[in-house]
């Protein structure tokens, strides 16, 4: 057991060597920082070897609180989707750790960047570890609260500290449905461990229903709804995904880790966590596929016309979250954690080879202030290249796979699922079409880099290029893990190792002739993508200015991003919260109530002028009469028996 | 049926009385010193002795029994069969420690600030912890008022003498609010006296079987008193104005304790004397417990001092508390209480935090702030604690009460549950931009450029209540251990004991369930 708790304490080890004496260690904090998830990320294989030979874990450290009937303890479970999380995890931490140690190099909050990752990756191994819902949900807020500290890392920027807020309390919202969904569970289950609640599923207690707003509900289905909005607001689905594109306010390395490749993934990973209870709700089970769908293609067209380069990988992250979300909702769940996986490497891969260019240029991140990079930063363009490439779903690269099986499984999933199909793969086209113009506009064609950047830049040192290739590799090969039936037969080895932790949703059965059309067909579509994004960013390059003329209204709504922020804005941040609270304040508390209690004290002190003089303002006297009465009351009491 | 368990079962000495005693003889022998420095140094050495007293307290404290420990009880005024009587049971004891503690801290806190008549503050604050930990270990009615009102005259003086520059105001009305709750109290007091036949025993009286109108009449008149402690909503507005005006220990005592005597008077009064009144008057509770959680936060939005919203927080904070209590089910109630602790040591922390930064720029206005955290980062980062405590983040103390008291909220009726969990949000918000606001950006005002970051003395006296929000955050088990048996008493107390509305009752031990 020993083994295990370590995984997430080493890094938290990591954490109180750089957060407390980071002021005396300085640069030399990274060292622990590293040194703690490299140790997690070896015992982490050594989890996975046991669990792939059989040994499945789940123990209880300590009881954390007990009250009545409510018992909740810290302990931890390694089934086969926590093993894959872990290396998921551990991996891309490691990575990131080192590619940072250059990246953050001469800040001045040096130590305490190294810091707050470390509790981050802490947090992230206790939500995948987790055994029941409660300790899930520490770590669920606990990256929670690294997201908030580190998107807020240059606190000194208002936007930066501004976006770490927004954040935090946008993911509150899911998190209310979270609390709610777990109130719920225990309340009809009586208990908060996973096994435990599963294990009830089959009981009578799973069949109860509410009456709400007139409609009758089956507990599952408000259960798996209300846990489904916390996945909304931690995994940046519609309508709470506006945190995310913000978030791109933290550190480059920080957005490869937290904000595409672990903690926004939670989400999907607390709902495949929670399978056998949505499996029971087919309700539930198609709003996710829809909000998913749905998302997939919203956020992809918000990134058709974005600059910023993170910008465009952010809206890219929402969507493919989507995606995951989408084969979840179709019954694909093994499917959707692929997709996390393959998306964690190459995604974290786009992220860090942005921070490359940025590098490279100074700290630009305009787009329109690069181009023709090309041949400057050779490794990092090599590298961005197979990492879009992935993105775009290109054979034999890793995005291929894990979207394709989602999209097939869609393609299986009924009516509905065939209309989401379809939402799919026109998101494969915009994918393609937004990751390529990403790449034209940053390394292709003429150079647009202000002059004074240009003398400057520079190919990344190697301890940010060494970590990009590694996950270049991975995001070329990861996907062969998980090898259709329809390519090789039985050599799905990703959904093999997952099936247990799965209930099997029977959808059909297998076409591999109609499967490899569909996947020549997505391919099509990818490279239709590719070479559109071709024709308007090298080829033709005055067409993309007349386009977005001769199409204003909707150029300018998905640069605008739909105007979501503003409205939320509108509604929330000014009118629910300062306006009214304001209005509350000016009238209820100071006018009313205020009012009352003044004008009470000043009514009696006018028709009391002639009692004036007892009222002498002096406590003790008041105190003196106060005891006095008492004891006339007392008195009269004993007279009176 | 509880019973007082003599302190010679349990230890060798009157530890309750002891525990009065200290702190008064310190205020006595600071009669006699002149010398500021040394009344400091003497104060301080009292309120160690105090908490050293706690040890004792806490280590022989069965918590395994519901009863009244390390009971005393003597005879007092035998006409009115007035009883000195003291005990504690899991409801108290853990007040008395804190009270202790907070009053060990605001002696250090104010080791600084307080330059003027050093030694009627340090008496006026002695007195008043002798009075709190009165109010938690008194088993008569009348020594319980006695303290209850002894506790207000320090308070009002600590505002009225030491505060800023509207303190009278302030002081008047947190005395009048009070007053007229203690004056209604003591009739209520006195109509339970009479109606039992003449006794004053807490314990007797929690047997007595009252009338249904009987009950309903006497607990509003409890209710207003500890409503107005509380606070609840609409009695909260002496509190912002009495925050505002005290000085830093003023503020730590009644946010950390003041404001616990209230539940405190729920828990151990109208809940065990009168369970059908309160399961009558429960539903109005609760929707001004949500209204408090909702309203208190929308206020702290509305707020541009420091110290106000602060205060409008604790209302906030004290409506979680009082829907936790009035749940009547494990959870709710072992969760209310362990918020009112948590309370007393978040708040407490965080108006010593704003003390800390006011000794040295005079400003309470978020406004001047800004920009600090470059400049003090200390300070910056035991704040940021406290804030992530105030918002109830799992790991600190805040979530383990509030996860409580919401799923005892969601067990007696969904829909108080649902709108509290909103004030979840609402509190992520207001405190984090306050914490912006102070903290973040870049320094605009140039006082700020100079600023210091705290000294030991100031990590010194925040130091344990750190502590405190990582312990109850992550091991709170114990904490719940010494309470247990004396909440599950309360609860099958009320519930066997409510008759007379048997359809509510019923309703609630349904909702109870298991």
Redesign the interface.
């Known amino acids: 057991m020993l083994k295990y708790a370590l995984i997430p304490l080493l890094p938290f080890a990591g954490f109180l060597i750089a957060g407390l004496f980071g002021k005396y260690l300085k640069e030399r904090a990274a060292y622990a920082a590293v040194a703690g998830v490299a140790g997690s990320f070896i015992l982490s294989v050594s989890a996975f070897i046991d669990v792939l030979g059989g040994t499945i874990i789940d123990e209880n450290l300590y009881s954390w609180f007990a009250i009545g009937n409510l018992t909740v303890n810290v302990g931890f479970q390694i089934d086969q989707l926590t093993a894959v999380m872990l290396l998921v995890v551990t991996t891309l931490s490691t990575l990131i750790h080192i590619y940072s140690v250059g990246y953050m190099h001469g800040d001045k909050g040096y130590a305490r960047f190294f810091a707050y990752l470390e509790l981050f990756t802490f947090f992230m191994l206790v939500l995948v570890m987790a055994n029941n819902f409660v300790l899930m949900f520490v770590g669920w807020e606990g990256v929670g609260l690294c997201s908030y500290l580190l998107i807020g890392f240059w606190y000194e920027k208002k936007s930066a500290s501004d976006a770490g807020i927004k954040a935090f309390v946008v993911n509150r919202v899911g998190d209310f449905g979270f609390l709610l969904g777990m109130f719920l569970i225990f309340l009809t289950f009586g208990t908060l461990d996973f096994t435990d609640v599963f294990a009830a599923l089959s009981g009578p207690a799973a069949a109860q229903s509410y009456m709400l707003l007139g409609a009758e509900i089956g507990v599952m289905t408000l259960i798996s709804l209300l846990l489904f909005v916390g996945a909304m607001g931690k995994s940046a689905q519609l309508p709470l995904y506006v945190w995310l594109p913000d978030a791109m306010e933290g550190p480059t390395p920080v957005s490869a880790l937290i904000h595409a490749a672990t903690m926004v993934t939670a989400g999907v990973f607390m709902v495949a966590r929670c399978a056998p209870i949505f499996s029971l709700s087919p309700t539930a089970m198609t709003t996710v596929a829809i909000v998913g769908g749905l998302t997939a293609v919203f956020a992809a067209t918000i990134g058709l016309v974005q600059n910023d380069i993170k910008r465009v990988i952010a809206y890219s992250t929402i969507s493919q979250l989507g995606y995951m979300f989408l084969g979840l909702g179709v019954g694909a769940f093994a499917a959707g954690i692929f997709h996390l996986t393959t998306h964690a490497f190459f995604k974290g891969l786009l992220f860090l080879a942005s921070g490359s260019v940025i590098h490279a240029l100074s700290g630009e991140q305009d787009m329109q202030k690069m181009g023709g990079l090309k041949r400057k930063i050779k490794v990092t363009h090599g590298v961005f290249l197979v990492g879009s490439l992935a993105l775009a779903g290109i054979f034999p690269f890793a995005g291929f796979f894990s979207k394709d099986e989602i999209l097939w499984s869609a393609h299986n999933a009924g009516e509905v699922g065939r209309v989401l199909w379809m939402l799919g793969v026109f998101g494969a086209f915009l994918t393609a079409f937004y990751s390529f113009r990403l790449i034209y506009l940053t390394f292709y064609g003429k150079s647009r880099i202000d002059h004074e950047v240009e003398h400057h830049v520079h190919e990344s040192p190697k301890v940010m290029t060494i970590p990009l290739v590694i996950l270049a590799f991975f995001a070329i090969t990861i996907g062969w893990i998980g090898m259709p039936g329809a390519i090789i037969p039985h050599a799905n080895l990703f959904g093999d190792f997952l099936a247990p932790v799965f209930p099997v949703l029977e959808h059909g059965v297998a076409n591999h002739g109609l499967e490899r059309w569909l996947m020549v067909f997505s391919v099509m579509v990818a490279l239709a993508g590719i070479r559109l994004a071709y024709s308007l960013y090298v080829k033709n390059t005055s067409m993309p200015d007349r386009l977005a003329r001769s199409f204003k209204g909707t150029y300018n709504l998905l640069l605008n991003k739909y105007k979501v922020d503003e409205v939320y804005n509108f509604i929330f941040v000014d009118g629910l919260v300062h306006r009214l609270a304001r209005f509350l304040y000016n009238i209820t508390d100071v006018k009313i109530i205020d009012g009352a209690v003044n004008g009470i004290a000043g009514m009696i002190r006018r028709t009391s002028e002639g009692s004036r003089k007892v009222q002498t303002g002096f406590v003790q006297e008041y105190a003196f009469v106060m005891g006095l009465g008492l004891v006339v009351l007392m008195g009269l009491y004993y007279v009176l028996k | 049926m509880l019973e007082l368990i003599p302190y010679t079962e349990q230890i060798d000495y009157p530890l309750l009385t002891l525990l009065i005693a200290v702190p008064v003889l310190g205020a006595a022998i600071l009669l006699f010193i002149r010398n500021a420095a040394l009344a400091r140094t003497v104060a301080l050495a009292f309120s160690l002795v105090e908490l050293a007293l706690c040890a004792p307290l806490l280590m022989h404290f069965n918590p395994s029994i519901p009863h009244m420990q390390f009971g005393e009880s003597y005879e007092w005024i035998k ?2 069969n007035i009883h000195y009587k003291l005990g504690v049971d899991g409801i108290s004891v853990l007040f008395v420690a804190l009270s202790a503690l907070l009053t060990t801290i605001s002696i250090m806190v104010s080791w600084k600030a307080i330059t003027d008549r050093v030694r009627e503050f340090m008496i006026a604050l002695l007195f008043l912890e002798a009075g709190m930990i009165g109010v938690f270990m008194a088993l008569d009615m009348f020594l319980f ?1 006695i303290f209850w ?1 002894a506790m ?2 320090p308070m ?2 600590l505002i ?1 003498v030491w505060g800023g520059p509207n303190r009278l105001y302030a002081a ?2 947190f ?3 009070t ?1 007229v709750g ?2 209604l109290m ?1 009739i209520g007091i ?1 109509a339970v006296y ?1 109606y039992a036949g ?1 006794t004053f025993d807490v314990l007797t009286l929690m047997n007595f079987k009252y009338s249904y109108t009987f009950q309903l009449w006497v607990f509003a008149s409890f209710f207003l008193a500890f409503a107005v402690k509380v606070p609840m909503f ?1 009695f ?2 002496w509190l912002p104005d009495a925050h505002v005006e005290a000085p830093t220990a003023g503020s730590i005592i009644l946010a950390g304790i003041l404001l616990k005597m209230g539940a405190y008077g729920f828990l151990r009064f109208s809940l065990p004397f009168f369970p059908d009144a309160s399961i009558a008057w429960t539903p109005a509770i609760m929707i001004l417990s949500v209204i408090a959680i909702i ?1 208190g936060a ?6 541009t001092d420091f110290k106000k919203l602060i205060a409008y927080s604790s209302v906030s904070h004290m409506g979680f508390v009082t829907l936790g209590i009035f749940a009547l ?3 709710g109630v ?2 209310g209480l362990i918020q009112m602790i948590n309370h007393g040591v978040s708040t407490g922390a965080l108006f010593l935090l704003v003390g800390v930064i006011y000794e040295r720029t005079h400003t309470r206005m978020i406004a001047d702030y800004g ?1 600090i ?2 400049k003090v980062p200390v300070y910056a980062t035991i704040l940021m604690i406290i804030t ?1 405590s105030s918002i109830g ?3 600190t103390n805040g ?2 009460g509030e ?2 008291i ?2 005892g909220a ?2 007696f009726q969904k829909v108080y ?2 709108i509290a ?2 004030g ?3 509190g ?2 207001y405190m ?2 306050l914490y ?1 606001r102070v ?4 320094i605009t005002n140039p006082h700020n450029e100079a600023l210091k970051d705290m000294n030991y003395r100031e990590i010194a006296a925040v130091l344990p209540l750190v502590a405190l929000v990582f312990y109850i955050g ?4 114990p904490t ?1 251990t010494i309470m ?1 048996a004396s909440v ?1 008493n309360l609860i099958a107390h009320v519930h066997a004991k409510a008759q007379v509305v048997p359809a509510v009752a019923q309703a609630i031990s349904t909702a109870v369930g ?1």
Do not use: R
């Open positions: 006409a009115w008022y009102e207000l005259i009002y003086l009225g008047v009305k005395f009048l609010y007053l203690s004056v003591l006195l009479f003449g609409p909260h507005t309203y929308y206020m702290a939005f509305a707020q089910n494990s959870q072992a969760g920009g955290a470059a992530l983040l799992p790991g979530f383990v996860f409580a919401l799923l969601f067990k549950a649902v969990a909103l979840v949000i609402l992520a918000g984090l931009w912006q903290a973040f950006g870049k992550l091991y709170p088990n719940f247990n599950e298991n």
